[in-house]
């Protein structure tokens, strides 16, 4: 089997969808502050990444699916640090928004 077979078999791997259902498991339990920022981390570089990709190929799923999965203030917190890790500002994702076509 090549790696090509591994990488395409991994994509429908029920581990992936066990994973998830671990970290949500965590996240139900206010455990979240005994989880390491390494692998914070890594699962959320991974999640963005794999949305980026099935945004590129056309697929343009809700990211958290349930609106209520997540409240305001905790969403309003994550999207906030994920603008200040990348150094951008509001208004710039507003301009990208605006120039892009993408809304």
């Known amino acids: 089997m090549s790696v090509l077979d591994d ?15 671990r970290l949500f498991e965590v ?5 979240g502050p005994s989880v390491s920022d390494a692998v914070l981390q890594s699962a959320l570089v991974a999640c963005i990444r794999i949305y980026g990709q099935k945004f590129e190929a056309g697929q343009r799923p809700r990211p958290l699916g349930d609106a209520k999965a997540v409240d305001a203030t905790t969403l309003l917190l ?3 640090a994920l603008l200040r890790n990348a150094n951008l500002e509001l208004f710039e994702l507003g301009m990208w928004q605006t120039f892009s ?3």
Do not use: K, M, N, Y
């Open 78 to 80: 994550a999207v906030t």
């Open 101 to 103: 076509g993408i809304r």
């Open 7 to 21: 990488a395409s078999s991994l994509a429908s791997d029920a581990g992936l969808q066990e994973a998830a259902t």
């Open 27 to 31: 996240a139900e339990q206010d455990l």
